[in-house]
């Protein structure tokens, strides 16, 4: 079953076409980056704009690059939810138009059930190994910070997630601190790599060992107070330090919260995905600490990380085989659905009332 997917939660508008399998056939993504990064951030007007100017283009795109274009699509899966509303209404009204105009069966998917499948999407020249169930997720990027256990598609816990900042959040706001220009992690991520991760003691967040939840504001307004006392540094080799010590925070609480979601589930792989997943302090980090405690780590390849239409795809073409299907009356999901409540926070929180 070949699936057009759509995507267009946040400021990526984005069409697919993947099978069941996993396989890659097209996948195209317009970036709005440039459109947002005189404001620092995304703009959710200016969002769902580009989205309604960009849309139709992006799927032709992706259709053009599949053979038998149009007509090699069996279904059609669109994210419905969590994101701007007015950004996802675009997507929505063009996925309902689109199946229904071709007699199509149409499926609404949660974007963060797309991030935590993308590590099977199989593209062509990737040999990298697919994740094996059950793993944990970590889910890093602007808009989420997030640790999961995923046992199959249909069988993902939330263990933990940030309270306040997401980690990619956390960097650009940093980097706007820094007066780095937006979005800010490559470039944290580049001076970091020159930096002292030492130089500064910035605070770790919430170093309790068994909470699986973040919180990264703090980390930020110590990096503000910084700025505010000393100024933003003048010379490279001194922004580096900065960059470099705030990162090695960041890295170090995410890593150290993945291995001990692994010890809790018991799990032995561990995937990481989102945005920040490209950040090369994260990726070595993880790689040794991961080895250290036998845990087989899984970065996905950069365009399954970020937003993409691909997971939409995948994440709707394994609801449409179990047989899941939506009329053109889908809303978007007006708050996050979430995921079942699992086996390991039951434990958690039964062992929390017996302290
Ligand atoms: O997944 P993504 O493309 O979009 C969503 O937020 O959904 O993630 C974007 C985030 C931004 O906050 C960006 O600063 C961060 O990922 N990011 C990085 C790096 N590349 C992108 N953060 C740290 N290091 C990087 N190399
Ligand atoms: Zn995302």
Redesign the pocket.
Known sequence: MRVLGIES????TAAAVVDEHGHVFADEVASQVKLHAPFGGVVPELASRAHMENIAAVVDRALAAVPGGLDAVDAVSVTRGPGLVGALLVGMQFAKAFAWSRGLPLVGVS?LEG?LLAGHLVRPGDGGAPPVFPYVALL?????TALYAVRGPDDIELLGQTRDD????A??KV?KLLGLG?????V???LAATGDTARHDFPRPLPQRDSLEFSFSGLKTAVAQFVRTNGVPTDEASLADVCASF?RVVVETLVRKALAACAQTGFTSLVIT?????????RTHAATECARAGVTVVVPPFAS???NAAMIAYAGALRLVRGERHGIDMAPFSRDPGFRRGKVREARESAKKRR
């Open positions: 939660s946040c400021d990526e974007h991030h890093v990027s602007g808009g989420h997401a980690a990619g959040e960097f650009d980097a937006y979005p800010g992690g490559p944290v991520d580049r990162q989102g945005g920040v997943a490209a950040n090369r302090g994260l990380c970020t937003d």
